[in-house]
């Protein structure tokens, strides 16, 4: 597996992590979605509770080459609030479903929320300086008698400590009947798409009374409703492209080019079951839970609940890579059903960084995705090498916290005698779900937000 | 050393399988499926309606409404619900955690 050895293989460190130690979690704690911002300065996380928490990094302290910036607190705000539609007598959650920042394009950052309903639009903005020597003002606020002015003066900006301000600039509201489940940014950096189980509406950044809807798969009778879309995602170059994927183990790739309404999909990917390997939790399985493109868009991603597969937008009718993420829990099927484990939605990411060697995707076949990552239980992580075929699995734990100290690889024992560091699958804790993971765009930097707390690991620098 | 052979034979998820349907034998005939689907779609419904809250008061003007049983989650079926039995959202007033 990785980190044995060979020049190439990313060693990973503990670098920081955030968030309460006690074990008693509350609900509002709980995260639901991270995310790096295009530079990777940047880093956000949204909770249960409705709030989001932006780390910013250091600038790297020139004496301190073994490592790079630390993250701290940047902002934080409450970015949505608990609802109850009246109407519907549907109650509305306030857990943020997905954050995605914008590029930047001035001096302030940009990012969208979404809960169930509602997107957001923020503007983060520093201010650092303040108007000072007013006239009419006395410096804490309270007028001045204007009598009392005997001389003028121009008023002057003064340095202030900084401070961050978030503010929502945009409320996309009212398009959604159902559950938003993705937010994607498209490459024009003027559009956006959200999806929830039925539909996909296609939104301009600046107006929010409107949208469009681009994908219907609500049946005339409800009672023939036999699929639900799970994620969508603009393809990053193309911007007519999306994909979407669904409870089925499809994905749908669109071209908004074709028509308005894209219920026909351009290419549908799927691959071909075994029949006699089908059984009662065969489709619950396969339900795709995120799909992300590769940095040039010639691969997807998507995760189901056992698997992550690699396909070429050029192939349709089966993955090029499949790699196991816990296969050892295809025996455990039965319990994980009872206690809705089965149903747990983990996301995947591609490697940030290795843009090195992306000239080689010219010749040969897109190797600028070398590893993808993804999540699993017991607040273990697994981490693929799509080129050496080698995988490994770490773990988020404090007690692994010392920094610049290589993360010692686990291992799950299946069946048998169990070796001694191993840990055998009835011990796993399935109540330690890792289902969200970030990875910086430029460095190896990755964040992993376990069940209330945020790890953050770096990869060991000579 | 032949039930070792059988148990081969099976994949794992046809064993879970059986597993699954020996507990629950009137578990839905299709597989995976409308079932999840339909659950997934409802999330959050709440079935408080103050139309029949209103005609229930008025209609039993001496008597005490029934309120909902232990389980205060579930305010359906034959008991009227009332808004003291509707779990209160609260927003998260308190700062992140993860800022802390």
Known sequence: FLGAGGGNDIQWCFSQVKGAVDDDVAEADIISTVEFNHSGELLATGDKGGRVVIFQQEQENKTQSHSRGEYNVYSTFQSHEPE?????????????????????????????????????????????????????????????????????????????????????????????????????????????????????????????????????????????????????????????????????????????????????????????????????????????SDVKFSHSGRYMMTRDYLSVKIWDLNMENRPVETYQVHEYLRSKLCSLYENDCIFDKFECCWNGSDRQVEFLSLCTSDLSKLIVMTGSYNNFFRMFDRNTKRDITLEASRENNKPRTVLKPRKVCASGKRKKDEISVDSLDFNKKILHTAWHPKENIIAVATTNNLYIFQDKMN | QDTQEKDKAIPPERAEEAKLKAKYPTLGQKPGGSDFLMKRLQKGQKYFDSGDYNMAKAKMKNKQLPSAGPDKNLVTGDHIPTPQDLPQRKSSLVTSKLAG
């Open chain 1, 84 to 288: 109850f539609d009246y109407l519907k007598s549907l109650e509305i959650e306030e857990k943020i479903n997905k954050i995605r920042w914008l590029p930047q394009k001035n001096a302030a950052q940009f990012l969208l929320s979404t809960n169930d309903k509602t997107i957001k639009l923020w503007k983060i903005s520093e201010r650092d300086k303040r108007p000072e020597g007013y006239n009419l003002k006395e410096e804490d606020g309270r007028y001045r008698d204007p009598t009392t002015v005997t001389t003028l003066r121009v008023p002057v900006f003064r340095p202030m400590d900084l401070m961050v301000e978030a503010s929502p600039r945009r409320i996309f509201a009212n398009a959604h009947t159902y559950h938003i489940n993705s937010i994607s940014i498209n490459s024009d950096y003027e559009t956006y798409l959200s999806a929830d189980d039925l539909r996909i509406n296609l939104w301009h950044l600046e107006i929010t009374d409107r949208s469009f809807n681009i994908v219907d798969i609500k049946p005339a009778n409800m009672e023939e409703l036999t699929e639900v879309i799970t994620a969508a995602e603009f393809h990053p170059n193309s911007c007519s492209t999306f994909v979407y994927s669904s409870s089925k183990g499809t994905i749908r790739l669109c071209d908004m080019r074709a028509s308005a309404l894209c219920d026909r999909h351009s290419k549908l990917f799927e691959e071909p079951e075994d029949p006699s390997n089908r059984s009662f939790f065969s489709e619950i399985i396969s339900s795709i």
